[in-house]
């Protein structure tokens, strides 16, 4: 049983396209996020939905909206696709509470623009 | 969240002990730290996390420093499939927005 799973898991698209990335957890988890890899290897948080409402969002352009439609989804919509866009994109999730629970990581979506 | 500093590689032999440290001298009382791993092309995986005491679970060990300014990740017996990039994460439990904050990381290398 896959926890948290994305789709797909390859992305080659133009410039100036949209594209959509999908992420779905079966944890049973309340708060979902997004991660960028860059090339440098670098991961950084995007944005951090808790039930369905927006956390964090760590100075991402508005062309990246994620979307929520219910706990177990957290959806990344990018408009207008820049070669910079390039990256591995990574879906988690964790329950958050009193405790420091850990995040669980999807395998990730390797995005190319071209 | 408090800043860490990991050794950017370090190898390992084969069914020998890694033991990976992280300095974290800025870390605050309610801070944990954490640590997890990515193996290559693969999503960040947890492996452990402490406060004060020292930890163990089936992947490893933690070791935290009395005065909480450093720790070490003790991989008992490493194998060829403990080859990635070990993050070491300093954050507090209920953290805004309950974000990890990954620095470069150590990039081990299980050698046979």
């Known amino acids: 049983d896959t926890a948290v799973s994305q789709t797909p898991k390859y992305l080659v698209t133009q410039m100036g396209n949209d594209k959509s990335i999908k992420c779905e957890q079966n944890?049973?988890?309340?708060?979902m996020y997004w991660y960028k890899q860059d090339s440098k290897k670098f991961l950084k948080i995007m944005f951090s939905?808790?039930?369905?409402?927006?956390?964090i969002n760590e100075t991402v352009p508005n062309r990246f909206s994620p979307k929520s439609p219910d706990k177990a989804h957290l959806n990344l919509h990018i408009n207008s696709l820049e070669l910079g866009d390039s990256a591995v994109y990574f879906c988690a999730s964790s329950q958050v509470g009193q405790g420091p629970y850990e995040q669980y990581f999807g395998p990730g979506t390797r995005l190319t623009v071209t | 969240d408090a800043k860490t500093t990991q050794p950017p590689s370090m190898d390992c032999a084969e069914g020998r002990a890694a033991n990976l440290p992280c300095n974290h001298s800025?870390?605050?009382?309610?801070?944990?730290v954490y640590w997890y791993r990515q193996i290559h092309s693969q999503g960040p995986q947890y492996i452990i996390h402490g406060l004060k005491n020292n930890e163990t679970n089936e992947m490893a060990s933690l070791i935290i420093t009395e005065d909480r300014k450093s720790s070490t990740l003790i991989l008992p017996h490493a194998t060829l499939r403990d080859t990635a990039v070990y993050y070491c994460i300093v954050r507090a439990a209920k953290a805004a927005g309950n974000k990890l904050t990954f620095g470069g990381g150590t990039r081990v290398l299980v050698k046979p």
């Open positions: 944890l049973g988890h309340d708060t």
């Open positions: 800025t870390i605050s009382g309610n801070e944990y």
């Open positions: 939905y808790n039930n369905k409402e927006l956390i």
